[in-house]
Every structure is written in structure tokens, then in C-alpha cells.
């Protein structure tokens, strides 16, 4: 492998495991969501504009808390196993450490081949632990989100939704390319 192709492969799997620390972020919020916003309020609204207004300022309060702040309050909701507990610990220690230092820790190893190599490894095992976190998570959510009546089909309907709103935006700002999109 060269240089090149290896450096870029440093960086997709430096991105590919920020990705995955941003996918469990929603993990959480989701959980939160189940065990925190609707147990509390979902026999307090009479009307569906009162509830679309507090679950968007649920979800935008929410999703502006640092990733230690979610697994806090998802602490609080008294959810996780001390398994989770264990694996979230771990998991916020690995996502700060990407976002605030990672590069500056390896400064030195990122340009030899050797080095890059070890720094592919490392991130790797850390996408690992991001995904075993959000699928223990998931797991717990899944069930509960069942019971709520959000079925696999309402699933697939809302992922087939983004989808295509994501389509579609993306032709308009394909044809609008000065459009903000």
C-alpha cells in the first residue's frame, strides 16, 4: 500500500468511527426518548401541534448536550445494566479522545507506514465498541419502542421518509447549487 492510499485510509477510519460515535449519540437520544420524554409526557398533551412543539424542544435541548451529558441522564433514566455502564464509560473516553486529541496523540505515528497501520487497527477496535454500545442500547429501546406501537413497519416507513426527503433534497440542490441545503 502506499503512502497515500494509507493516509487516506487513516482518515476514513478516523471518520467512519466519529460517524459511529454520532450514531450512538442518537442511540442514546432514542433511549431517552422511550424511558424519559414519553413516560412523562405523553398523557399531558391533547393535541398533536402541543406535542410535535415539546418533542422538537426535547429533542433539540437534548441533542445540544455533549455525549457525556446524554449517558448521564441516561444513567439517571436507571436503564443500563452496569454492562452498558462499563462499555459507556469506555465509550465516552474513546469519543472525546477522537474528537479533541486523537491526531495530536499520534502526531508522530501517522507519519511512518508502521505507525498509520497501528492507527487503523486502534480505530477499528474503536468503531467496535461504538457499535457494541449502540446495539446493547438498541436492544433495550427496541422492546419498549414495541410497546409503544412503533412497529417494524412504521420503521422502515420513516426510514423510507428520510430517505427519501434526503432524495430529494439533494436533486433540488443539485439544480440550486447557490441554495443552502
Known sequence: ??????IRDVYAHFGLAIYLAQ?????????LMFFDFFPRNAKNFKDRMHWEQAFDHYESTELGKTMGRLIQKLKDAGQPTDEIKAVLANVLIERNRLAHKYFAE?????VTEAGRKKMIAELETIQDLFRTAAAMIDAITTPVARRYGFTEEMERQAMQEMMDTYTKDSIVNQNNPNEPG
Do not use: V
Not at 450514531?23 to 433511549?31: A, N, R, T, W
Open 23 to 31: 450514531c450512538l449519540e442518537q442511540s442514546i437520544f432514542i433511549h
Open 106 to 110: 499520534n502526531s508522530i505515528a501517522f
Open 1 to 6: 500500500m502506499n503512502n497515500d492510499s494509507q
